[in-house]
Structures are given as C-alpha cells and as structure tokens.
C-alpha cells in the first residue's frame, strides 16, 4: 500500500511516501535556524513557514519515491497533538490533495507515529513492545500491544524531557535546541558534581516531572559567582543531563518491572542522546531485552512514521474527510 504522509505538527515541514515497511522517500525540512533567535518554537512563524514549504516538500517527497499522486493508494496526515496553526497547514494540503484525486484520507495521532517509526525498515520491530518516547513536547511511556494504537502507562505532568533540556540550555547559555548543545558541554563534564534530584523516584506510578529540576539548576546557577559559573558550565551540564535521563531510565525500570515486555524502543528527539541510549541499552542488556533504535532521522519529528502509522489504520473515503479539523 503507497502513502504519502504529511506531518506539520511542530516547526518541522515532513511528507513522505512508504510502501507497507518501505520507506521510498523521506523528506524534512528543518525551520530551526528560524526559531534559533527566540530560543524556542514560535508557533505564527512556524505556521507561516508550514505555508511555504508544504508545496515544495510534497513534491520532493514524490518525486524523490518516483511516484506520482495518481499512484498512491491513500493519502495520511497528522492531525494532532500539536501548535493548531501549524497542523491546519497539514490537514488542509492533505484534504486538497487527497480530494483533487479522490483519494481516501488517514487521519494520524503524532505520538502514534512516534511509536509506528519502529514498523519501518530495517528491521521493524513488532509488538508488544514498551516505547518510550521523549521529544521536545512530549514525554510518554506507552505500551504497544497492537500496531493500530498505544497505551499511555505514564506521562509528564509538566515540563518534557527535550523541554527540560532547552529551558537548561537556555539557563547556561547555550543554543536552541538545547539537547544536542547539553550533551556536547556534558561530555567535558562531570555528572555526579551537582546533585540534582531525579523528581519523582518516591512517587509510585509511571509518570514524570522536570519543572523542579529547572529549578534546582536555576539556583545552582545563581549560587555561583560569574567566573566560577564559566569555570563549572560543563559540570553543571553532565549533572543536568544526568537528571534528566535518570529519571526516564528510572521509569521505564518501573514500567519493565510491572508489565510483561520483551523489547523496548525509544523514540523522539531525545532518543538521540547517547547518554540515554547507553543507559537503556545497558538496562535491555541486564534484562535480555531486544532493544529497538530507529535511525535520528526517524526518531525526530518526520512524515514517514505518520504514514507508517496510517497503515494500520482505517481510511476515510472522500468526501468524507473533507469536514476534518486539526486537534491541538
Ligand atoms: O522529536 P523532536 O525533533 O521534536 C519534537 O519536539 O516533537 O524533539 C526535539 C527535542 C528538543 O527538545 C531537543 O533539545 C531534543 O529533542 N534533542 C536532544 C538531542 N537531540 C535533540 N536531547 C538530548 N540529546 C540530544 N542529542
Ligand atoms: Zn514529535
């Protein structure tokens, strides 16, 4: 089955076009460098910058699989959880798109998409499995007993990880994202100089916090005068990144412990830090789990995945569709 998928959920401009598992073309246009100078999404210049892209993206992602709209079998969209205006640039080339060839319509959950990039090849892996997926706005555990959905086992209750990361970028002085630039100050640092707590260890369930964190490391900050601040950024980034992915091992050891999985995957912008990745793999290890990583490019935000999702779901014939709203 060939499908053009479309995601436009956050600041990244996606659409793809997969065949079952095969991925035939997978094109992202990043509008980061955009939202750099104000060191987080804005959601009217995402929504604008949606608008000029989404045409030249569909095209490259077409013309890149060799297809054309007449050959596909169906077309997928996005439609939420996500800024609104954003996805309604989506939604609404999808239903221009799908109904000018009367093609059916697959509505997408995002965050099933996170969890179906894990059905695309190479090496897709097939449920149950447990996923936990941590991006820039979105910190879950889910289990995956069936392809056509998810449960939610627990989730943040404020902050996300990558959230958490950017605001403590932010507070060290680094750039947006701040992820990637933690991770690169932490490596020259030492993650047991600051003891910042992994917030809710006593708390019995599965769900998560990071807004005390940000905290704590705000004070940390101002506890030090300017020159030792300088001299001690690197530690305080490793201590900082530490919490951070202590607590999400720390839940997803819980989850392992309750529940009867035989592999784990990781998805979402975080997925790519490797601080992360070697501490769940060591956890996978200890346990004999398969452990799962998708490629970076599928664990951010992508249209490949929403597509991978929507085979498993049920399409809407025209015109049906044509009535659909985007869900924020
Ligand atoms: O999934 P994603 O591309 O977009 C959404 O938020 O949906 O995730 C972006 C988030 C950002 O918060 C970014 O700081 C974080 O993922 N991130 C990382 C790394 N690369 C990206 N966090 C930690 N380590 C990384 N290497
Ligand atoms: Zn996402």
Redesign the pocket.
Known sequence: MRILGIETS?D?TCAAVTDGPRIRSNVISSQAAAHARYGGVVPEVASRHHLELINPVVGAALSEAGAELGDLDALAVTRGPGLIGALLVGVTTAKALAAATRKPLIGVDHLHGHVAANFLDPAPLEPPFLCLIA????TLLAGVARPEGFEVLGQTLDD?A??A??KGARLLGLGY????A??RLAADGDPDAFDFPVAMAREPGLDFSFSGLKTALLYATRRLDAGELERRRADLAASYQAAVVGQLVAKLERALEAGEWGAVALG???A???ALRERVGELCGERGLRLKLVPAEL???NAAMIASAARFLEPAPYPEYLSWDAMA
């Open positions: 956050c990244d991006s820039g706005g979105h996300a990558g959230e990361l950017d994202p701040g992820g990637p933690i991770e979402g912008g975080v790519a830090n490797a664990c951010t935000d």
